[in-house]
Nanobody, 115 residues
Framework: QVQLVESGGGLVQSGGSLGLSCAAS????????MGWYRQAPGKQRELVAR???????NYADSVKGRFTISRDNAKNTLYLQMNNMKPEDTAVYYC?????????WGQGTQVTVSS
């Protein structure tokens, strides 16, 4: 089993910045891709960004140029730096990890951007 714990959510004004972290523990060897999804009220969960173990990343078009995903394999931690945030970024953000074809999820952290 893999346990994922997100931290860093909160309230930020439009145009501001916020950073999220996701700490992985448990059976963490062979974790490949990690990433962030988000789910706004009344909407489906959507991919924000993901990154492979060797650092290849991709982003949703809506966050390109504003968000940066990174990971520290030695610390088993995933990060998401969010800059120039917009009210439409308001959502619960979930961390996930792919280990041998099985996805593990964190409990989510609320991010709210005020206009």
């Amino acid at each position: 089993q893999v346990q994922l714990v997100e931290s860093g959510g909160g309230l930020v004004q439009s145009g501001g910045s916020l950073g999220l972290s996701c700490a992985a523990s448990g059976i963490i060897f062979s974790i490949s891709t990690m990433g962030w999804y988000r789910q706004a009220p009344g909407k489906q969960r959507e991919l924000v960004a993901r990154i492979t173990r060797i650092g290849i990343s991709n982003y949703a078009d809506s966050v390109k140029g504003r968000f940066t995903i990174s990971r520290d394999n030695a610390k088993n931690t995933l990060y998401l730096q969010m800059n120039n945030m917009k009210p439409e970024d308001t959502a619960v953000y979930y961390c996930y990890a792919d280990r041998i074809g099985h996805d593990y999820w964190g409990q989510g952290t609320q991010v709210t951007v005020s206009s």
